[in-house]
T-cell receptor, first 118, second 112 residues
Framework: GAVVSQHPSWVICKSGTSVKIECRSL??????MFWYRQFPKQSLMLMAT?????????EQGVEKDKFLINHASLTLSTLTVTSAHPEDSSFYIC??????????????FGPGTRLTVT | GDSVTQMEGPVTLSEEAFLTINCTYT??????LFWYVQYPGEGLQLLLK?????DKGSNKGFEATYRKETTSFHLEKGSVQVSDSAVYFC???????????FGSGTRLQVQP
């Protein structure tokens, strides 16, 4: 149980285009989903926290107009990288916290999406 | 702000060797501490946790003790197996936002 999927697992896009990444909780409902970014050989950096039905809360330094997050249902959150540039190339990971969960140990991670912008 | 520092890898061991991966943290208050493991092609999985000082988390033969005096949470296993090959992340959860701060990850390679 507690599986989180991401789609696509990897994507290559041209500079200036937009890319959407989906994060789904497959067998549980998640009121809160998190989006992380990971650079090679570096730690995961929290980008934003999204709660179902409300606006996402972005971490300091993350451009909310560039990284659009939508959390329209209890099982789906999407991250759209708008007008992507090569510096946006990274590994994006989502996680989902079970409904009623109050601690990070009830948070489950997706396998990640590798974005390459050419 | 909060931060987590863990030893750089890769760590290469022979099967049945003893494993230690060091992790130290900086945080205000009393965070909860975690070790996550990421197997190739899979998402991060919680390996073990400790929520207060002197707690010992354990799972699948791995152990880590929350040492407040040294702000450490080192991961240990007495006898590693090839199947333990993965990337290990140390993390802390702040008591306010319940957000995770991760270390940079340590790749473990176990050779038969």
């Amino acid at each position: 149980g507690a599986v989180v999927s991401q789609h696509p697992s990897w994507v290559i896009c041209k500079s200036g285009t937009s890319v959407k990444i989906e994060c789904r909780s497959l067998d549980f409902q998640a009121t809160t989903m998190f989006w992380y970014r990971q650079f090679p050989k570096q730690s995961l950096m929290l980008m934003a926290t999204s709660n179902e039905g409300s606006k996402a809360t972005y971490e300091q330094g993350v451009e909310k107009d560039k990284f659009l997050i939508n959390h329209a249902s209890l099982t789906l959150s999407t991250l759209t990288v708008t007008s992507a540039h090569p510096e946006d190339s990274s590994f994006y990971i989502c996680s989902a916290r079970v409904v009623g969960g109050r601690s990070s140990y009830e948070q489950y991670f997706g396998p990640g999406t590798r974005l390459t912008v050419t | 702000g909060d931060s987590v520092t863990q030893m750089e890898g890769p760590v290469t061991l022979s099967e049945e060797a003893f494993l230690t991966i060091n992790c130290t943290y900086t945080a205000t208050g009393y965070p909860s501490l975690f070790w996550y493991v990421q197997y190739p092609g899979e998402g991060l999985q919680l390996l073990l946790k400790a929520t207060k000082a002197d707690d010992k988390g354990s799972n699948k033969g791995f152990e880590a003790t929350y040492r407040k005096e040294t702000t450490s949470f080192h991961l240990e296993k007495g006898s590693v197996q090839v199947s333990d090959s993965a990337v290990y992340f140390c993390a802390l959860e702040d008591t306010g936002r319940r957000a995770l701060t991760f270390g940079s990850g340590t790749r473990l390679q176990v050779q038969p």
